[in-house]
């Protein structure tokens, strides 16, 4: 199967901080990735997705990076809240269609 | 827009019994997903339809895991007979297909064996 994975586990950052999540991904022929937020006892939310001929992407206070030379992908959370208190997965959609995802990274936000 | 809905949102049972988790799609998505979440862990595709055809089910364990979506819109996912190892959220996801891409989810079923 396909390797996605997130280089931290558990994440703390002060309630105004900015927060960013890392994620590696090991199929080069992906083209296109997802960041999802997941509230306990909820499904996945998406949050912002890039295609691979991008490698910026803003939304209303995230951002997402592409580095497809490392494989690299991450979130920047700007002004992190409370309510951003999640686990945020990336996925990748490989060329069959299919999405695979990575461990997560558990965000806590400290007020 | 309606979401994804999936029923029942919890199930208990005990091992070597069957269980079967019913899901309907965002209404006009081609695409649908189930997926297997173990706690701790990010979800794992198990099988994927387009339309009623099935496009991968590679991860899905076919001595006890079966799935259909029969007429296109909403799919069940079998397990029979479970195993304690199978304890996880099973989420369905679904997707327009073609130039929309994006994953919607359910809020999941979530299946204890004991």
């Known amino acids: 199967g396909e390797s996605v994975g997130l280089h931290l586990p558990t994440l703390s950052v002060q309630e105004g901080d900015n927060s960013i999540i890392n994620c590696a991904y090991s199929n080069s022929a992906s083209d296109y990735f997802i960041w999802y937020k997941q509230e306990s006892g909820k499904g996945p939310q998406f949050i912002i997705d890039?295609?691979?001929?991008?490698d910026k992407r803003q939304g209303q206070r995230v951002t997402v990076l592409l580095n497809k030379t490392v494989k690299h992908l991450s979130l920047q959370i700007a002004a992190t809240q409370p309510g951003d208190s999640a686990v945020y997965f990336c996925?990748?959609?490989?060329?069959?269609?299919?999405?695979?995802f990575g461990t997560g990274t558990s965000l806590t936000v400290i007020p | 827009e309606a979401g994804v809905a999936q029923s029942p949102r919890y199930k208990i049972i005990e091992k070597r019994q069957s269980v079967a988790f019913w899901c309907n799609p965002i209404?006009?998505?081609?695409?649908l997903y189930w997926y297997q979440q173990i706690l701790g862990q990010g979800p794992k595709l198990l099988i994927q339809f387009q339309n009623n055809g099935v496009v991968d089910d590679s991860q899905l364990p076919k001595d006890r895991f079966s799935a259909e979506r029969l007429k296109g819109v909403d799919s069940t996912l079998k397990i029979q007979p479970a195993k304690l190892e199978d304890s996880a959220v099973y989420l369905c996801?679904?997707?327009?297909?073609?130039?929309?891409?994006?994953?919607?989810f359910g809020s999941g079923t979530q299946l204890s064996v004991l």
């Open positions: 996801a679904s997707s327009p297909g073609q130039d929309n891409e994006k994953l919607f």
């Open positions: 209404s006009g998505h081609a695409t």
């Open positions: 890039i295609r691979s001929n991008m």
């Open positions: 996925a990748e959609k490989t060329t069959g269609n299919q999405f695979y």
